[in-house]
């Protein structure tokens, strides 16, 4: 039972536009969602992490916004850079000291096109 | 500061054979967590251990084990090898009281034959 969907899969776009990503969870039992960028022959980069008190938080360029009644969440980034082209991973966890984990989504492959 | 390392980056294993993989977590990070990622999905969570006891365990078989040693640092093992478990397995450390805020290691590349 896939617990977190994300998409779309893949996603092309041109520099300087914005890159949107997102994921919906079926376990309302979550309660910290974080984003992971990885790129390849790398191990995952945590890149911002929200929890469902707030709507949204923003770190420089990228944003998470959530939706807790609809029990989703999106990553977007502004003025995407060719530097940003790497495989996103939106996860989820719940409290608990993260003893079950995290639970991931299947990735974006993101290619920002100079 | 030293971020998570792993150890060996790569290996060639043939099925049947054992294997040990091993993680040092970031300096004064006391949880220690193995995940596994096979090609072109997301990393799917093995074992969590924090002051040198398990605390969670995902949907994997017996044949997986792991331990924390008083230093903090890891190893996961792995027994009678299948080719399935060719892949990227990843050691994530995070810091007290903030066990679900984990950062990665390169990982470790396991391939089975």
């Known amino acids: 039972q896939q617990q977190v969907k994300q998409s779309p899969q893949s996603l092309i776009v041109q520099k300087g536009g914005i890159s949107i990503i997102n994921c919906a969870y079926e376990?309302?039992?979550?309660?910290?969602f974080p984003w992971y960028q990885q790129f390849p022959g790398k191990g995952p980069a945590l890149l911002i992490a929200?929890?469902?008190?707030?709507s949204e938080k923003k770190e420089g360029r990228f944003t998470i916004s959530f939706n807790k009644s609809a029990k989703q969440f999106s990553l977007h980034i502004m003025d995407s850079q060719p530097g940003d082209s790497a495989t996103y991973f939106c996860?989820?966890?719940?409290?608990?000291?993260?003893?079950?984990?995290?639970?991931f989504g299947k990735g974006t492959h993101l290619i920002i096109q100079p | 500061d030293a971020g998570v390392t792993q150890s060996p980056t790569h290996l060639i294993k043939t099925r049947g054979q054992h294997v040990t993989l091993r993680c040092s977590p970031i300096?004064?990070?006391?949880?220690v967590s193995w995940y596994q990622q096979v090609l072109g999905q997301g990393p799917q969570f093995i074992f969590q251990?924090?002051?040198?006891?398990?605390?969670g365990r995902g949907n994997f078989p017996d044949r997986f084990s792991a331990r924390q040693f008083p230093n903090y640092s890891s190893e996961l093992n792995v027994n009678a090898l299948l080719l399935g478990d060719s892949a990227l397995y990843l050691c994530?450390?995070?810091?007290?009281?903030?066990?679900?805020?984990?950062?990665f290691g390169p990982g470790t590349r396991l391939l089975v034959l």
């Open positions: 251990y924090y002051e040198k006891e398990e605390r």
């Open positions: 376990n309302t039992a979550f309660d910290y």
């Open positions: 996860a989820a966890s719940s409290s608990g000291g993260g003893a079950d984990g995290l639970t």
């Open positions: 929200i929890r469902p008190d707030v």
């Open positions: 994530a450390s995070s810091p007290p009281g903030l066990a679900e805020t984990q950062y």
């Open positions: 300096s004064g990070h006391k949880s």
